[in-house]
């Protein structure tokens, strides 16, 4: 029986400490969440701003099914393409300063569609070895070449784009790198791409509301506008519901509408995310206090960890990797604050490389000062 193996491959993973298991969450997504029975105070969610629970988001979501019902009933070019989807991509095409964009039910399908619907056989794609697995999957199911550089290493990508002499060009990065909190060099990396006559694929799915003026994401953080940059990011980390848009020239996204797989091929997302999602919008442009007390927590937080044994990643966003190294060391430390309440999850391998294990300590701008002093409190008394 095929059994056999299966049980043996889960066994052997088992063995390096490298089970992958879910818990069941009882509570609404926050800062404190039941999790199988207990209360945790929470630093493992996406949610930067604290709006996946937000009252208004909820009432949007009420008037949206009132309105539209509760399914989409088709694909977007079949029959399920309603008002609500249209004028979000309206706003946030606007909200980005792009001139027009397309929603998608997640960002995973987001990136498989618009690398597969741009590039192709005889193209090549540069990407970052850290980028996301979203762009991984997508570089390979495109068929285009592939070329990987070391982790923002400007220099190697230059020299890659220079030995490549025919078919399209396209560089992907993640603008915040999902596992480590830092930045990719958007501007060198445009300036590269203005060079080699390449295109930029932007995904900003950590940026999305909490970088830039009003969380504009990251084109506006590093001040960047260009038509050959294409922006990707998602609506259900900062901005607290679900799906994902891609922002470009008009060209681009008909390009899309026409070629996209994952779009055309896949049921629109319900019509009241996107009415739940317009208030996002609105609560993102003008809660400005939330990414500001999400800078004090960030600075918080690293000046209260810098003496610990592990190495706290240098990181500006509400991703702190603190990282730890071994995996069941990693696993250790996580346990250990479980038990004090604290609930921060352990990244191992292979979502992030061998010996780099960590705990990826997310904030979130509902968290308060005082929790935030208390998993600082926590990691120093496992540190002894
Ligand atoms: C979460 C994430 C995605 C996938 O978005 P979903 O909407 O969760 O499918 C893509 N890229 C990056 C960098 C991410 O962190």
């Not at 090549?124 to 996301?132: I, M, P, S, W």
């Not at 990251?218 to 891609?246: C, D, E, Q």
């Not at 896949?266 to 317009?278: E, Q």
């Not at 809660?287 to 500006?316: N, V, Y």
Request: with cysteine; proline share 4%.
């Amino acid at each position: 029986m095929p059994f056999t193996q299966l049980h043996k491959e889960l066994d052997d993973r088992a063995a390096l400490g490298l089970l992958r298991r879910r818990r069941v969450l009882e509570s609404a997504q926050g800062v404190h969440i039941n999790v199988e029975g207990r209360r945790y105070l929470s630093f493992c969610s996406n949610d930067y701003l604290g709006l996946a629970n937000h009252p208004q988001l909820i009432a949007a979501l009420q008037q949206g099914a009132q309105q539209y019902g509760v399914g989409s009933g088709a694909s977007h070019l079949v029959s399920g393409h309603f008002a609500a989807h249209h004028e979000l991509e309206q706003a946030l095409a606007a909200f980005v300063g792009k001139p027009a964009a397309l929603t998608f039910s997640t960002g995973y399908l987001a990136n498989l569609g618009v690398v597969q619907a741009l590039v192709g056989r005889g193209d090549t794609v540069f990407a970052d070895k850290l980028n996301h697995a979203s762009l991984n999957e997508a570089m390979l199911l495109s068929r285009a070449e592939v070329k990987r550089y070391r982790h923002n290493d400007v220099a190697q990508l230059a020299q890659q784009l220079q030995e490549v002499k025919s078919g399209r060009k396209l560089v992907i990065t993640d603008a915040v790198f999902s596992m480590d909190g830092d930045l990719a060099p958007l501007p060198q990396l445009l300036a590269l791409c203005e060079q080699h006559d390449a295109w930029l694929l932007v995904d900003d799915a950590h940026g999305f509301g909490v970088l830039g003026e009003q969380g504009r994401g990251a084109l506006s953080y590093f001040n960047l506008a260009s038509p050959r940059i294409i922006y990707m990011a998602t609506l259900g980390k900062a901005a607290g519901v679900s799906g994902a848009f891609v922002a470009a020239e008009e060209v681009v996204i008909q390009t899309l509408l026409q070629n996209a797989r994952s779009y055309i091929y896949t049921t629109a997302s319900p019509p009241a995310l996107s009415v739940a999602l317009m208030a996002s919008l609105s609560l993102i442009r003008a809660e400005d206090w939330r990414r500001e007390h999400l800078l004090r927590l960030i600075a918080q937080l690293r000046a209260g960890l810098s003496d610990l044994p592990w190495t706290l990643l240098e990181s500006a966003t509400p991703i702190q990797p603190l990282q730890v190294g071994e995996n069941e060391a990693a696993l250790a430390l996580s346990e250990g604050l479980r038990a004090r309440g604290i609930w921060v999850p352990a990244i191992r391998p292979p979502t992030v490389p061998q010996g780099t294990a960590r705990l990826r300590i997310s904030l979130s701008a509902a968290h308060s000062e005082q929790d935030v002093a208390q998993l600082i409190e926590a990691l120093h008394e496992l540190a002894c």
